[in-house]
């Protein structure tokens, strides 16, 4: 697949503003970033590239008084799996809400440091290969903490977008039965399926490519939903959802902000969902919603 490399500069450039940018980008296409001292480089492939909805974005950039331009040129032809794998991640601590204090190491089976829980209740290894989900960032770090305070055992997991298949791959060693997780990107599909592997869960997860219309062959099937997705993906695809789950089932959405949360649940209630819990982290925000 062709990319382009498109280097957006940010002025003043701040963490929030990269963040931001990175998150609101996605709607245009682009599948990774890199931060740069100036801001941000973006990659798309480049049948996918929405230039309209990069320009809406900027001109909508929620941050009053900060500017933004970006140049769009080809990716170098390289191995990007083979980059992204030397380059790993350090480890990532994820705990409970409540009070045991239990919690998950997730890390890249290299940078293993010295981290310790008192109670660590597993580890998760994930080699990311151009795919979303190590545990770095807030919106992920959320659903595996939402995970960590709830009985798994036993139930049938969908993980929409599964990226690097880290929440699937958490539910399933919390006890849950099964899983099954899609993303539109077929490298994030087979990174799943690697992670799986390498986590011993692979006879329980089965990974997709595909958007939601992969979900036509399942009907009330999912006692759990799990979506890390962007907000306007997110309204669009909830129906798909619904449709899919139990009487009773529980839906858990990340990848937006606080903002957001009021025009979310407004869809939720319509399709008849009712909203349990919101927790927020740097902006970001969680929703638990059961059906």
Not at 210 to 230: P, T
């Amino acid at each position: 697949m062709k990319y382009y490399e498109v280097e957006m500069t940010i002025t003043p450039c701040t963490q929030d503003a990269q963040d931001i940018l990175s998150a609101m980008a996605a709607e245009a296409g682009f599948e990774t970033f890199e931060e740069t001292p100036t801001g941000l480089l973006g990659y798309v492939q480049q049948s996918l590239f929405l230039q309209e909805a990069l320009d809406a974005v900027i001109a909508n950039f929620p941050f009053e008084g900060t500017h933004i331009i970006y140049k769009v040129r080809e990716a170098e032809d390289k191995d990007w799996n083979e980059q992204w794998e030397q380059e790993g991640f350090e480890p990532i601590e994820v705990k409970s809400q409540k009070e045991d204090g239990r919690g998950i190491i997730i890390h890249d089976g290299r940078h293993l440091g010295n981290l310790q829980f008192d109670h660590l209740q597993f580890t998760i290894e994930i080699n990311a290969r151009l795919a979303f989900g190590t545990g770095t960032h807030e919106t992920t770090r959320m659903l595996c903490s939402t995970l960590l305070d709830m009985d798994l055992k036993g139930k049938r997991i969908l993980d929409c977008g599964c990226g690097t298949g880290i929440l699937g791959i958490c539910a399933l060693k919390l006890g849950a039965d099964s899983c099954v997780g899609y993303d539109i990107d077929e490298w994030s599909a087979d990174n799943t399926r690697h992670n799986a592997v390498i986590n011993h869960v692979d006879e329980r997860l089965t990974s997709l490519c595909g958007d939601s219309s992969v979900l036509s062959d399942y009907v009330a099937e999912f006692d759990v939903v799990l979506a890390n997705i962007n907000r306007n993906i997110l309204l669009a695809d909830m129906p798909h959802f619904v449709r899919v789950m139990k009487p009773g089932a529980t839906l858990i959405l990340s990848g937006f902000y606080e903002s957001d949360c009021t025009m979310l649940e407004s869809k939720a209630q319509q399709l008849g969902l009712s909203l349990q819990s919101t927790q927020t982290d740097s902006d970001w925000a969680c929703m638990v919603f059961q059906y």
